[in-house]
């Protein structure tokens, strides 16, 4: 299951980002996986947005620091940050984007390697593989959706599902510093990164 993945490599990547940060070194993504079997619940589904103009990754996925210009990176982060590539990810192509010397606040994201069954993937997990599943308000007609083995927003951790196409999303998991926690939603802050990402990956299309 591709975002169950991406849970486990979270949590081995925020031990290797309490190491000394370098340009060339591991996203520390905390959202999925890639297969094209997605998690199944016994729940029925809600309703499913549907995605009218469907964006093709095969180009963003081959650079997927791409996804965030630096300018973008400074308005969600600060004026200072540094990025960590992982095209061959396991779970995906990923990027990190973070601030040095510090483990939050930082921005992942993750491209499947395959379709990964879309946004639909992620409403049918809901009370199987995820605790957490909460449609958010769309963005320019592409579905965004907050999911989570469990919720972490209290702790300032939320991971979104930005649907790029019926059968495929791309996953953006921020942390928040440890001074922000509890002064905003992280999922609203998540947004924002997705929201930056869309326009981005939109452009390179």
Known sequence: MRRTILVFIAATLALAACSTPTTNGTPTPTGGGSNSNPPKSTN???EVPKVEKPID??????????????????????PTTETASQPDG??????????????????????SKAPDGGTASVYQAKGGAY?????????????????????????????????????????????????????????DAAREAAIRVLTTIRGSN
């Open 44 to 46: 029925p589904a809600p």
């Open 57 to 78: 990754l095969a180009q963003i996925k081959q650079t997927p620091c791409k996804a965030l210009t630096e300018a973008q990176a400074a308005e969600l982060l600060g």
């Open 90 to 111: 396991p779970a995906g192509p990923a990027c990190r984007w973070s601030v040095p010397s510090t483990t939050r606040p930082r921005v992942n994201v993750i491209f």
């Open 131 to 187: 605790e957490l599943v909460e449609p958010l308000e769309t963005i320019g007609g592409y579905p965004l959706t907050a999911y989570g083995t469990k919720d972490e927003r209290p702790s300032g951790k939320c991971s979104v599902a930005l649907g790029t196409s019926d059968n495929e999303t791309v996953d953006i998991v921020l942390e928040q510093s440890e001074a922000n926690i509890g002064k905003k939603d992280p999922c």
